[in-house]
């Protein structure tokens, strides 16, 4: 009996940590997801003034969902520790900008494509992926949200779209210029990027 009680235990244990685990981190990208999904479908934003109110109500949703300095950190690497913490500041907001005008046009034109959120996959104790699928007239297009757990909320730190991470993308390109040049090189390529200079 108590060999059976202690298996049971055991069993029961090793499900606590899926159980807390599982479903919180889905839910949080899904939710999200769905409002960028109902704001694109809204029908009263219609016309240019409504394709302007689509793009700051998707820019807000992104901030909600997305750690930029989680991203700006892991994109940079160890060239991160070269920057001072303004630059590191300077930085995060630029890359924000980039990915924003980047992303924000595609996302508006947006035409009743179907997502379907499949399953989530531990990577460590703090981080999980979060994958599904856009379901178009053209196929199906792979997307994975890397979220990690910050003061109990889960926040999207890396975007994977059909194999390609952005982090990965950005860090190849950010990483050939501060190569050989200090992260003030990086930062002014960046503010003419974004019209800023």
Request: aromatic share 10%; net charge positive; no cysteine.
């Amino acid at each position: 009996m108590k060999r059976w009680f202690g298996r049971l235990m055991l069993v029961v244990m090793l499900m606590l940590p899926i159980h807390t685990f599982a479903g919180v981190p889905l839910e949080t990208v899904k939710t999200n997801v769905n409002g960028v999904l109902d704001i694109l479908g809204d029908p009263k934003l219609k016309g240019e003034a409504g394709k302007k109110v689509k793009e700051q109500r998707v820019e807000a949703a992104a901030d909600k969902l997305f750690d930029y300095v989680e991203l700006s950190k892991r994109t940079l690497g160890l060239n991160w520790n070269k920057f001072t913490p303004e630059q590191r500041k300077e930085f995060v907001e630029l890359y924000r900008t980039i990915l924003k005008n980047a992303y924000v046009d595609k996302i508006t034109a947006y035409t009743n494509e179907r997502v379907n959120f499949t399953r989530e996959v531990p990577l460590s104790e703090t981080t999980v992926e979060v994958q599904s699928t856009i379901v178009s007239k053209g196929g199906e297009t792979p997307i994975f949200y890397r979220v990690m757990k910050k003061e109990n909320n889960w926040k999207v730190y890396d975007v994977v779209i059909e194999g390609v991470s952005l982090i990965n993308n950005y860090r190849t390109q950010f990483r050939e210029i501060l190569g050989n040049n200090p992260p003030e090189t990086l930062l002014e390529t960046l503010r003419k990027k974004v019209g800023k200079k």
